[in-house]
């Protein structure tokens, strides 16, 4: 199962929170009102027994025009209702008792009031005062309990932000923890430890930044080992033959070699061999800046391959190797720079020869294919091990370590031919099985295609592309 985008993971966050928060106040006063609804049933049903009694007060007052002898003709005023205790006094127009609950009113901090106005004939005539006490269990008459509501609002509010902020946490912490994973790991390679990686993440964007992180890292590290390996190939084989020009030199200074043709000429040979490997590194370097000069031309494909074959006829002959040519009809002229291709053919033919023992075969072909034309060179040599052939179009690389410079090479022939074929737009790949021979391909685009020079593009072998 792929995991979840960030967008929609955030917008689950808020519209959780969203929700949490609506359900919560709703929740919250559904309790407090179901708590106290038989408190404010008992003080409704209070109010209007309150109610009742000072309507039957004024009735008494428009009939009797005074409050005198009220206790005696309606009874003693009730000291509570509904099982609501409390004080209940009559008082007139001037403030004064005239029945119920004589003691003086004084209002404290742990008692409630309440002043209904009795009215006969559209005027006030007296006031019926319930005050009620221990106000910590009761609310005045008429009124909601804040206290109860508001500690109910609170827990609610509470809890609902505990589990806020927990949901909060959970979903930072899905985001951050990779992001501090990645900054730890750039980090480390930014000082050097090339090795770090990162674990995927949960989050799709971060799983996908971690996964190219990875890719990164371990480019990186290849690029590095790619560089220090690099550098002791180009001392390796820059030592070399500077050894041997010196050992002749000096044992010609020492008197033990005569300066004759013959030392000259070797001498020479290793100068040659030294300034081919420098130019070598040279066509590389260029090819790796993008800064190869290439003068195309438009040339025919099959010229190409009859000239390089005719070129190596007599090194092919001196090897008893069969070298042959072979190309499809009807192909398509390329804009190519015709002296680059005659170096990668070169190249690749010199490298089939050097492998196929006496008797042996090379054949070069070119055919066109959906898209483009496609070289081959096809020997029948020893074959390259499975474990060898991606690696063959690396810089220095030689499959057998031990081989000499005369019978080997310096290991950048198949380099050049990959940076030369990558400037024209092409591609270039090996097929080979062990005992049976190597063929290597090269595609170039039918059409006039500009320069490409990419130093990172993969090599694509064991099959074509």
Partial sequence: MR????????????????????????????????????EQIRWMEADIAARDLAMQLAAY?????????????????????????????????????????????????????????????????????????????????????????????????????????????IFSRRISAPLRQISAAAHAIADGDHSSRVKPANVRELAELAESFNRMAAALQQADQQRRQLTADIAHELRTPLSIIKGQLEGIQDGVYEADAGQIEALLAEVALLERLINDLHLLALADAGQLPLYRETVAPTMLVNEAVRS?????????????????????????????????????????LRHTPAGGVVRVTVAADPDGIVFSVTDTGPGINPADLPHIFDRFYRADRARTRSSGGAGLGL???RRLVEAHGGQIWAESELGRGTTVRFRLPAGFAPSVMTVNQPVIVNAQP
Avoid: C
């Avoid at 407090?32 to 609804?37: G, K, L, M, Q």
């Avoid at 099982?83 to 006094?89: K, L, N, R």
């Fill in 3 to 38: 995991p979840p985008r960030i967008f929609n993971l955030m917008l689950t966050a808020f519209a959780l929170v969203i929700v949490l928060g609506i359900s919560g106040m709703v929740a919250s006063f559904w309790i407090v009102t179901r708590w106290n609804e038989p």
């Fill in 61 to 169: 007052y428009q009939r009797t025009g005074s409050w005198h002898k009220v206790e005696q003709r309606l009874g003693p005023l009730p000291q509570g209702f509904g099982g609501i205790d409390g004080a209940v006094s009559l008082l007139d127009t001037n403030g004064r008792v005239v029945a119920g609950q004589r003691r003086p009113l004084i209002v404290r901090g742990n008692e409630a009031v309440r002043r209904i106005p009795i009215v006969a004939n559209r005027q006030q005539v007296g006031t019926l005062v319930i005050s009620v006490l221990d106000t910590d269990e009761a609310f005045p008459v008429g009124q909601l309990n804040r206290r109860p509501l508001l500690w109910g609002v609170f827990g609610a509010g509470t809890g609902l932000m505990i589990v806020l902020l927990a949901i909060a946490a």
């Fill in 312 to 352: 190596f006829a007599q090194s092919a002959a001196e090897r008893a190797i069969q070298l042959s040519a072979g190309s499809a009809d009807g192909l398509p002229d390329i804009e190519v720079d015709p002296q680059r291709i005659a170096q990668v053919l070169g190249n690749l033919i010199s490298n089939a």
């Fill in 415 to 417: 380099a050049i031919a």
